[in-house]
């Protein structure tokens, strides 16, 4: 059957790492734009705030690219906390930071759920689906 290929392909597609992914690239965006914010008004040092800014937006980036992996779901969730540290520098963070963390813990639940239901239906499927093989006794 045609469709065989598109299912297969559909089961191995994960909703949560595709939400997460995004949550942390929109996130790596308003992380590398905190530098220039440390420097001009919070009067952080150019390097600190190299490192903190860009450092923390790249790691999003990359982990982004991980989230085949279930520690880097936890790793997310220690970026979320960063985020929302950094509003003890730049006060506006703990609003920022707190909006990406609902994010997070939104795209990582829901996208739970959604796996989960996911593989139920997938489950009733198999069971109720005609195997195609079978020899005619």
Do not use: H, N
């Not at 390097?47 to 520690?71: I, K």
């Not at 930071?97 to 997938?122: D, N, P, Q, S, V």
């Amino acid at each position: 059957m045609s469709d065989e290929p598109q299912v297969r392909d559909e089961r191995a597609r994960s909703p949560r790492r595709g939400m997460c992914a995004a949550v942390l690239s929109l996130e790596a965006i308003t992380l590398g734009l905190t530098t220039p914010v440390m420097i001009t008004i919070a009067d952080v040092s150019a390097g600190t705030a190299v490192a903190v800014g860009v450092g923390l937006a790249v790691v999003c980036l990359l982990l982004a690219g991980m989230l085949r992996a279930e520690w880097a779901y936890a790793l997310g969730w220690v970026v979320q906390v960063a985020a929302v540290a950094l509003g003890f520098v730049i006060p506006l963070m703990f609003v920022l930071g707190g909006i990406f963390a609902l994010l997070w813990g939104a795209a990582y639940f829901l996208g739970l759920k959604i796996e989960r239901e996911r593989a139920e239906a997938f489950a009733a499927y198999d069971e109720t689906a005609v195997p195609e093989t079978g020899s005619e006794d």
